[in-house]
């Protein structure tokens, strides 16, 4: 064996592998800013709640007891209880991976469609780009929480419907991002270098100007997350969202805000702190994804 084959394996064994180099750069994204760290905590532990919650409440969230109706927080039911005499804080932790699970779904098809559609429209422009612009035009012109309340109350009020109307009203967002970022960065110079290396023009779009146009969208990705959440919430407030008894947040301030009145305030206090919890995390977690997804934060 040469001394060069040997020194070329030793340099391949040194070196650390994909795995390592992303575990350093989330390890220095999360000491580098405390508030960070945070959010990605309380992040987790809304997953965590949400996949785990339902088999460890201490209480059937849909069990009735009219004997326990409106009793205030005690240590055998740590929020109280409905008027029913559900336990409020099973009902809360349930709710969790209902509205988690609206939001994300939502969120996710907005994100896909919306950075899709942007870049198409960004990179290659002509007829696409001007049909694109109207489509997404005609969705601005109206008040976004108006847009869900026509589409659920002529589709139905179901759960699918719910993340059809969040997902719709999502959509520009995403898209106008994509477009702006991509038409940026179509003619630039890593970008000729790749057409000049034979590469095609699908393939230049995918891997090489989409990921630097991820950092901004991860941002937006994060307040869609508060925003899809706020929507479920309230669109369920209003009796447009999720049928009772199923337990979701917003159910539950709609229905605890017609006690508040008579001094029952559990009620409605412990499932909007939950919700409000909620959008604080996503809100706080754009950074952090920005910084986690940003190739120039690599080097």
Not at 25 to 43: D, I, Q
């Amino acid at each position: 064996m040469t001394d060069a084959t040997l020194t070329s394996q030793l340099t391949a064994g040194s070196r650390p592998s994909a795995f390592a180099r992303n575990l350093a750069h989330f390890r220095y994204v999360m000491t580098s800013n405390p508030v960070t760290f945070l959010a990605f905590v309380l992040c987790a532990g809304m997953i965590l709640v949400a996949l785990f919650g339902p088999m460890l409440v201490p209480h059937d969230p849909l069990a009735t007891l009219s004997d326990k109706a409106l009793k205030p927080p005690s240590w055998d039911h740590w929020f109280g209880t409905d008027q029913l005499g559900r336990d409020v804080f099973s009902r809360v932790v349930v709710a969790t991976r209902l509205d988690l699970l609206i939001s994300v779904s939502a969120v996710a098809i907005s994100f896909v469609c919306g950075a899709a559609m942007g870049a198409c429209a960004g990179y290659w422009g002509g007829w696409f780009d001007k049909l694109s612009g109207r489509f997404l035009d005609t969705i601005m012109a109206f008040p976004l929480f108006v847009l869900a309340m026509g589409i659920v109350a002529a589709a139905g009020n179901t759960i699918q419907n719910i993340v059809i109307a969040t997902a719709i009203i999502n959509l520009p967002f995403y898209a106008r991002v994509a477009r702006a970022e991509v038409s940026i960065r179509r003619n630039a110079g890593y970008v000729q270098a790749a057409r000049l290396s034979g590469n095609s023009e699908l393939r230049i779009l995918m891997f090489k100007i989409l990921p630097n146009t991820l950092p901004p969208m991860m941002v937006q990705l994060s307040l869609n997350m508060g925003w899809a959440i706020l929507n479920a919430a309230g669109l369920s407030f209003i009796g447009l969202g999720v049928r009772p008894p199923t337990a979701e947040w917003g159910i539950m301030v709609a229905e605890g805000a017609n006690y508040i009145i008579s001094g029952e305030w559990w009620l409605a206090l412990f499932p909007g702190a939950a919700l409000m919890l909620a959008v604080f995390t996503f809100n706080l977690l754009g950074d952090g994804l920005r910084d986690l997804v940003d190739p120039q934060r690599r080097t």
